[in-house]
């Protein structure tokens, strides 16, 4: 028996904090003081104390599971590249009706009561694709996005955008990676889509600005 992150729960360590996204809480939070010590010796491998355990599982941000695994915080390699840099595209009628039907289906998906099931059903479909998307087909079809993006009246939020484009490039199954990051003092969250090469939602610059603390895809 061992201990694992609870599904949708992804960590990062910001600032000299140690902060944690619970999806299907759809909140943040950090663990400080004794319970930080817990934690860290827990994804070190060392033996922890069962009242601090049981002060780390009251948390709701572990959970048994049958073999010891690795608790590792998220990792994503942000790219220099983002679509400023590619070529202006032509208006697509039908692209503009799918952006706008995605952007709808997006905001009702993100609602705190729905996001942690979104997400869970987004990891699973990416893990049955199993590889990344191609690079141009999928820059191709982020750039008609975005063409498009400026005529839903749907106000521009970044993880409505992410979790829209993200659902028409599944249905042409192709899989990119869906980063949640944070940032402290003062605190800011911010989500967005990328491929091994490029910045496909808001831009390059942005989201380095932000430390991963959820990865999907």
């Known amino acids: 028996m061992g201990w694992q992150l609870t599904p949708g729960v992804g960590f990062c360590e910001a600032g000299g904090e140690l902060v944690f996204l619970d999806l299907t809480r759809d909140k943040y939070l950090s663990l400080r003081g004794k319970d930080r010590v817990a934690f860290d010796r827990l994804r070190a491998g060392k033996a922890v104390d069962s009242d601090a355990m049981t002060r780390l599982s009251v948390t709701g941000l572990i959970v048994r599971c049958d073999a010891a695994t690795r608790i590792e915080p998220s990792r994503a390699v942000v790219p220099l ?6 070529e202006d595209v ?11 039907l995605a952007l709808r289906s997006a905001r009702r998906a993100m609602r705190p009561t729905a996001i942690g099931a979104t997400i869970g059903k987004i990891a699973k ?3 049955r694709l199993g590889v990344a998307g191609d690079e141009s087909a999928v820059v191709d079809i982020a750039q008609r996005f ?4 400026w005529l839903v009246p749907v106000p521009t939020r970044c993880l ?18 869906l980063v949640f990051g944070v940032r402290l003092d003062p605190f800011a969250a911010h989500c967005w889509l990328q491929t091994p ?3 496909l939602t808001g ?15």
């Open 81 to 86: 590249q983002d679509l400023a840099s590619g």
């Open 90 to 100: 032509a208006f697509s009628l039908a692209m503009s009706v799918r952006t706008a």
């Open 125 to 127: 479909a990416k893990r």
């Open 146 to 149: 975005a063409a498009c993006r």
């Open 160 to 177: 409505i955008d992410a979790l829209a484009l993200d659902h028409i490039l599944l249905s042409r199954r192709l899989a990119t990676t």
């Open 197 to 199: 090469e490029t910045v």
């Open 203 to 217: 831009t390059s610059a942005e989201a380095r600005n932000y430390t991963p603390i959820l990865v999907v895809g």
